[in-house]
């Protein structure tokens, strides 16, 4: 999304202007347009996740799985979060060296496969 602003951006840079007394007030729309739009992209990216006091944290997921499955490594957490309750999937690495799904659910706090 941000390649596809900046390529207008560079292209509306590079346009020739046209005569001041036709095109002036287009010109100047279109380059308002573009650049609101550029800032939005630029606000929407960096916008951190919003805390969800009712649901537990990625830590506390991380730590319930570890508790279940002793000697595995945690790989990474993320919150599946679409439609139903929350539930965070937690990649693991066994001693063996196998990786694993291990689920658990953002309510409640239990580990599932």
Excluded: W
């Excluded at 649901?55 to 000697?71: D, M, P, T, W, Y």
């Amino acid at each position: 999304m941000m390649k596809y602003f900046l390529f207008l951006l560079l292209v509306f840079a590079c346009v020739p202007d046209a005569p001041a007394d036709h095109h002036e007030g287009i010109n100047e729309g279109v380059q308002k347009s573009l650049q609101n739009s550029l800032q939005n992209s630029l606000t929407r990216q960096n916008r951190l996740p919003v805390p969800r006091p009712d649901i537990i944290s990625n830590q506390r997921a991380a730590s319930l799985v570890k508790e279940h499955h002793s000697g595995s490594r945690v790989l990474g957490v993320s919150l599946l979060d679409e439609q139903g309750p929350p539930v965070y999937k937690v990649r693991t690495l066994s001693p063996q060296g196998v990786v694993r799904s291990i689920f658990v659910d953002g309510n409640s706090g239990e580990v599932f496969e």
